[in-house]
């Protein structure tokens, strides 16, 4: 280790940052899209941390409702009692889901309600006499969460270098990824639902558990939207050969792309909606007020393990606890008392609009190869060259570098790698607080396009 490097670690706090070489600015206030720190600078909040914050920051009802809650009742455990903000919280999320989606099971984290969601969908093949069926189907790429068995079915492959040894092998389809599996409607495997059928049949139907896919890509493949046929296929596949469908909306969940669930914006080939087995949410569903996520099913998967074991064997301590419920709830109101979620979808065309001409007639336009997204979810794609989409060598760090431009500007975006081709790849990701102005998203634009501008100067120099 250097001398510079070492006296980094050895700084003066005692807190194990994530990233161990950065000075990370203190933040002390936020307030709608805007983060304050200790030195009086602030920040736009461009991508609501990691696309989390959707009812905006320090919001008083909500933070009410937390502190209410804290003081009435902080914590019991979910084994022994039941309370009445994980109640009201259920019961709300029942009424926005897709038909015969309506039991609720709470965690903290996104990664663990995948966690959750595949062990629920292991243990209820093996409830009902199919223990065969243990293999997992994912999208590469895709990105599902940190924990092991999460982990194991994310294609990430800088998260997973340390921890091969440990991961479980999870079988890999491409996922629609239109900028660069070709135009919309391109009949490639990984964009008409065929790589799934493809992947089951050679697995064997019979020892398939579950397919699980962000319904939008999130970060891994960049606010990346499937043909609108795509999950109805999807759902047929998965009917016919018995595999449990996981659609993962921890990130697109709680409003982002316009709807409620991202899945919304596909259909059935008879109109009806798509409806998956499994919902995991987190992220947005507690807009950030603390930490809470669901894994959402069907009542006929939980009766089977009713009448079976009579246990989901997935215990942890925090599960359906009341403080995280109670800032769940109170958010899920707040967008509902506001119709942050229409907004979402209105003023997130704005969004599209004015992020598209900034950044495309910007200083640093010849370095994107594409931008895009849907309601509150969007994101740059960065590329070396525009006509072969070549990403930048990932030696040149350009979406750190964008990152760090977009700092010094005050803006905050969220940095993604890896996905051209799982080592090259540079994506800037923009999910705003629903509640942004357009003169907000004026300034979003015009610094994003600047700090673009300064990236794309540093690499010509
Ligand atoms: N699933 C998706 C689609 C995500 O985007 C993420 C996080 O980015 C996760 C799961 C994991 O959530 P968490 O980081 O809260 O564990």
């Avoid at 907004?343 to 900034?358: E, H, N, S, Y």
Wanted: net charge neutral.
């Amino acid at each position: 280790m250097t001398d510079a490097r070492r006296s980094a670690v050895a700084g003066a706090s005692h807190v194990f940052y994530r990233k161990l070489h950065r000075a990370l600015p203190r933040i002390v206030r936020g307030e709608g899209v805007w983060l304050y720190d200790d030195r009086g600078k602030r920040y736009l909040d461009g991508s609501g941390g990691a696309m989390v914050v959707n009812a905006g920051h320090g919001v008083p009802e909500i933070a009410d409702a937390v502190g209410a809650q804290a003081k009435a009742l902080a914590y019991v455990n979910g084994t022994i009692f039941t309370n009445g903000p994980v109640e009201a919280l259920a019961d709300l999320l029942a009424a926005k889901t897709p038909p015969g989606i309506d039991r609720a099971y709470f965690l903290s984290s996104g990664s663990e309600a995948v966690e959750a969601a595949l062990k629920l969908a292991r243990q209820y093949h093996v409830e009902r006499g199919e223990s065969s069926r243990r293999a997992i189907i994912a999208r590469t790429p895709g990105y599902h969460g940190n924990t092991m068995l999460a982990l194991s079915a994310s294609a990430r492959e800088h998260y997973k270098k340390f921890y091969g040894p440990w991961l479980l092998d999870v079988v890999m389809i491409g996922a629609p990824y239109p900028y660069r599996s070709g135009p919309l409607g391109a009949i490639s495997p990984e964009m008409t639902g065929d790589a799934l059928e493809s992947a089951i049949q050679k697995a064997g139907p019979e020892s398939v558990a579950a397919f699980i896919a962000e319904p939008i890509g999130g970060s891994s493949t960049g606010a990346s939207v499937p043909p609108p046929e795509y999950y109805g296929r999807i759902r047929e596949i998965c009917d016919r050969h018995g595999v449990l469908f996981i659609a993962d909306e921890v990130l697109t969940g709680a409003g982002r792309t316009g709807k409620f669930f991202a899945l919304e914006h596909f259909r059935m080939p008879d109109g009806s909606a798509v409806v998956p087995d499994i919902i995991t949410m987190g992220k947005g569903l507690n807009g950030g007020y603390a930490p809470l996520s669901a894994m959402l099913t069907k009542s006929t998967i939980v009766e089977t393990i009713a009448q079976g074991s009579g246990n989901f064997q997935h215990a942890q301590t925090y599960s359906h606890n009341p403080l995280g419920a109670a800032a769940a709830l109170a958010t899920m109101r707040y967008l509902d008392k506001h119709r942050l979620v229409e907004r979402a979808r209105t003023m997130g065309a704005v969004l599209q609009t004015k992020l598209r001409d900034a950044v495309l007639q910007g200083p640093g336009a010849d370095i994107v190869g594409d931008v895009r997204g849907i309601g509150m979810l969007a994101a740059v794609e960065f590329v070396a060259d525009l006509q072969t989409k070549r990403a930048f060598p990932r030696a040149n760090k350009v979406a750190e570098m964008l990152v760090d431009k977009a700092l010094e500007r005050g803006l905050v975006v969220w940095p993604n790698v890896g996905h051209a081709d799982g080592v090259d790849g540079d994506l800037a990701m923009i999910a705003p607080p629903f509640t942004i102005s357009e003169d907000e998203i004026d300034t979003l634009a015009s610094s994003l396009s600047s700090a673009i501008g300064d990236v794309a100067h540093a690499l010509s120099t």
